[in-house]
């Protein structure tokens, strides 16, 4: 954050939410008339050796969770057979680097769609960043629509607002979505307009329980797609997007050419489909605006030696009321 001044000006020029905290849910009691708070976390659970097979048929009983240190009782648990539905916004670039490839960037974001969506029990939503923030299609379980609002994109813009697009949509899209909360990227380069910084997009993200996945469009398509630079990845943009993803329980993808860019859609697919959601009450109910860490261990030691787990590791405590 540059000032404070900046990001009054941000939230005023959004019309801003009033927030609902990551992990936040509140809970009422009857002897709390304020409420207390839950913390949700989507856990992906691989193998050590083969980081690409997930490790399913885990129970609430092979996890422990621990915050700041101090040992959490978990509350609840879903797996793939119970998992809630998925809500997923699709955010593609259209800033000035992607004019040579804008009909490549949106055959992928429909290919993704198509991907990731369960019929009759998953929703898709699609939205454009350039110098504007534009949402096409609210949430819908329609692929036709979908695909409409991709096919209706023409034109790019004259510059990125990348982290301005995921504090739009996670704040005004996903806080109160019914379901797990996602959002996948579709970029070829590093955020260079926006009013929100790098740590406003993870905060507003882990705050409204949403897991971000990446995929990177500028590693050259064996060059296939016009405007994109072959061996170019791992630069500024691609570690800030890594970052990004990997501190609210995410993965960022480096596609090489077409085949990698559809394992990348059926990896972040299985992966979705075959998380663990686990949910715990911290001890500590104070909303006193602190980075609170988080991490989650197996209690038998034969699963820590071969299986490494992925999920947030961290949020703040920041008290807020719901919109009325």
Not at 25 to 34: A, G, L, N, Q
Not at 135 to 153: G, P, S, Y
Not at 221 to 235: C, N, Q, Y
Request: aromatic share 10%.
């Amino acid at each position: 954050m540059k000032n404070i001044l900046r990001f009054t000006l941000f939230v005023a020029a959004f019309s801003v939410f009033a927030l609902v905290g990551f992990g936040q849910t509140p809970t009422p009691t009857p002897d709390d008339p304020v409420s207390v708070f839950e913390v949700r976390l989507p856990v992906t659970v691989t193998e050590k050796k083969k980081k690409k097979n997930l490790v399913k048929g885990m129970s609430q009983n092979d996890f422990i969770i621990y915050e700041d240190g101090v040992p959490q009782k978990t509350t609840f648990f879903t797996d793939e057979q119970s998992n809630p539905p998925v809500f997923v916004g699709v955010l593609m670039d259209t800033s000035p680097s992607t004019a040579g490839k804008l009909n490549f960037s949106k055959q992928a974001a429909k290919d993704f769609l198509y991907t990731v969506l369960q019929l009759r029990k998953d929703k898709g939503a699609f939205m454009t960043f350039d110098h504007r923030v534009t949402l096409h299609q609210d949430f819908t379980d329609k692929t036709d629509l979908l695909d409409r609002a991709v096919d209706n994109v023409k034109k790019v813009g004259s510059q990125t607002s990348l982290y301005d697009a995921i504090w739009q949509f996670s704040d005004q899209k996903l806080r109160n979505a019914p379901g797990r909360r996602v959002i996948v990227v579709i970029t070829d380069g590093e955020d260079t307009f926006s009013r929100a910084e790098l740590e406003d997009a993870i905060d507003i993200a882990q705050r409204t329980e949403t897991t971000i996945f990446g995929i990177s469009t500028k590693e050259g398509f064996l060059g296939s797609v016009p405007g994109v630079e072959a061996g170019t990845i791992k630069d500024r943009g691609d570690k800030l997007l890594e970052k990004l993803c990997e501190e609210t329980g995410g993965r960022a993808f480096f596609t090489g050419d077409m085949l990698a860019l559809e394992r990348s859609f059926t990896k972040i697919s299985q992966e979705l489909k075959g998380q663990y959601i686990l949910t715990y009450r911290p001890d500590n109910q104070e909303y006193d605006g602190k980075t609170r860490k988080i991490e989650v261990k197996f209690r038998n030691r034969t699963h820590e030696k071969k299986y490494r787990i992925r999920t947030k590791s961290e949020y703040r405590a920041v008290r807020d009321t719901l919109r009325n």
